[in-house]
């Protein structure tokens, strides 16, 4: 289900207990190289929630192939069967390129002191100095970077407050960084494009909804040059 904007009463008392996770990106489209890491991410951390945030226009990639408003469709249809993470269209909804800093923000003023959790990959935090105002994101969420098993960062940085026990994400509503290990999911969304773009099957790869939709919609039906 969409975000819902207004106050959510008891339910928000009982989410200061437990972190909101947040994982965002263009899904383009959302396959299960999101969605098994997202639920396993979400069981680890014990989550109140996952929010799953569609990108507008992502920074640093070429612009999605599929609009908004169908990428938007995929990740509702997704997200049926799997409990506990739910699709939030607050970046769409502000358009223009997609910061997550501005994200964060307004969840910050959302859910007050509540935890939240930034789910990103290895790959992203060795890139993360070069977020748009990045030094300020610690200061709103946690930072929980996705490994695969065996997979380590060589060199933290000198801001980082790394935690071992993830119990320490609970204490404190942002400022903390930590590691978790999720299963590998030899899956892309480029792969999914260009397979469906020559008339391959991508089943398996992504929910039987998404699948559906996109084939309805013929959405990606020829070569795309995107990441």
Not at 185 to 202: H, T
Request: charged content about 20%.
């Amino acid at each position: 289900m969409l975000h819902p904007r207004a106050p959510r009463g008891l339910y928000l008392l009982f989410i200061k207990v437990r972190p909101i996770g947040v994982f965002g990106g263009t899904f383009d489209p959302i396959h299960y190289g999101h969605l098994r890491p997202a639920q396993e991410a979400m069981q680890q951390l014990a989550l109140a929630e996952l929010c799953i945030i569609p990108a507008a226009q992502p920074p640093h990639r070429p612009p999605p192939v599929a609009s908004a408003a169908q990428r938007l469709a995929m990740a509702v249809l997704a997200v049926r069967d799997f409990p506990g993470l739910r699709v939030d269209d607050r970046e769409l909804q502000r358009g223009g390129l997609s910061y997550t800093v501005l994200t964060l923000e307004s969840l910050r003023a959302e859910f007050s002191n509540a935890p939240l959790c930034l789910l990103i990959g290895a790959d992203q935090f060795r890139s993360f100095e070069t977020w748009h105002r990045w030094r300020e994101i610690p200061d709103l969420a946690h930072l929980v970077v996705l490994n695969r098993p065996g997979t380590t960062v060589d060199v933290l940085p000198d801001w980082a407050r790394t935690c071992t026990d993830l119990q320490e994400l609970r204490q404190a509503p942002a400022g903390r960084l930590a590691f978790l290990s999720v299963s590998p999911q030899d899956i892309s969304a480029s792969r999914i494009r260009a397979a469906l773009a020559r008339g391959e099957s991508v089943q398996g790869l992504l929910p039987e909804a998404v699948l559906d939709y996109i084939h309805t919609h013929q959405i990606y039906g020829r070569p795309d040059r995107g990441a």
